[in-house]
């Protein structure tokens, strides 16, 4: 793959031209900046953004405003390539926190190694209504300690209003849930992209994670998706390359709570 060639493919698709990721969410293009405003329980922020050095603290101010004005707290996604350079110091002088960095990977579904299969005794089951949703929920509040409702709230209405844009998957030990999964689908592009990927403790190191990746990376192929895109942790990069990913930036969350 050419990088330079992926990572504008990526940008112009996924954040120029970044579309809402749910029902009760807006996309808006306002100088030089994209961003997304979403209910109190959705994902609000700027998605992209084509900035200069003289123009950037003010539109760093012109969001603030906008997104107070309605109450809302919102994130700041920055990419290692945005511009200006010193982009995340301006924001963190603005009062926003930063996040952990994660690294961009791509994977071109063709490519890679999806011959992985779940531990004995382990199932992998779709979610295709409320009962596998809160399924969904339980693995992420054990394997994150965060509260899921707002994880909730937004597979409940993806399900409900456009379900052929999400596949999402839980891995059962009997009855218990252990292990879940989301792949985001966009249509019109090449990208699918894979979130969400928690195990809770005692079933990690087992090879769970590796075939929920598998999993939905055959989803992604039988719809015709040529690359799954991964914000991915330090802990999840390792195993994302053994698969056959490759890293092309990182990024930071960028938070300001009002």
Known sequence: MDHAALLALFDRDLR?????????????????????????????????????????????????????????????KLYGHDR??????????????????????IGEVGALALDADPPEGVRVVPVTDPAGVD??????????????SGLRHQLLARLSSDPDTLVAVVAMAGDEPVSAARMELVPGTPFAGLWG????????????????V?????????????YLQVDASRQSRPILERLGFVPLTTTTPYLYTS
């Open 135 to 148: 399924l969904v929920a339980d693995v992420h509040e054990k394997a994150f300690g965060t509260d899921s």
């Open 16 to 76: 120029e031209g970044a579309r809402p990721d749910g029902p009760d969410a807006r996309v808006e293009r306002t100088g030089g900046v994209v961003r997304q405003v979403a209910s109190e329980r959705g994902w609000s922020g700027v998605v992209w953004s084509a900035l200069d050095e003289a123009g950037a603290d003010a539109a760093i101010a012109g969001q603030i405003g906008h997104y107070t004005g309605l109450g809302l707290d919102f994130e700041w």
């Open 214 to 226: 598998a999993h939905r990376a055959h989803a992604a192929a039988d719809r015709g998706y040529r």
């Open 84 to 105: 200006p350079a010193d982009l995340g110091r301006r924001l963190r002088a603005a009062g926003f926190t930063a996040g952990p960095e994660e690294t961009l990977m």
């Open 197 to 212: 990927g928690g195990t809770v403790q005692g079933w990690r190191g087992r090879g769970i994670y590796r075939t929920l």
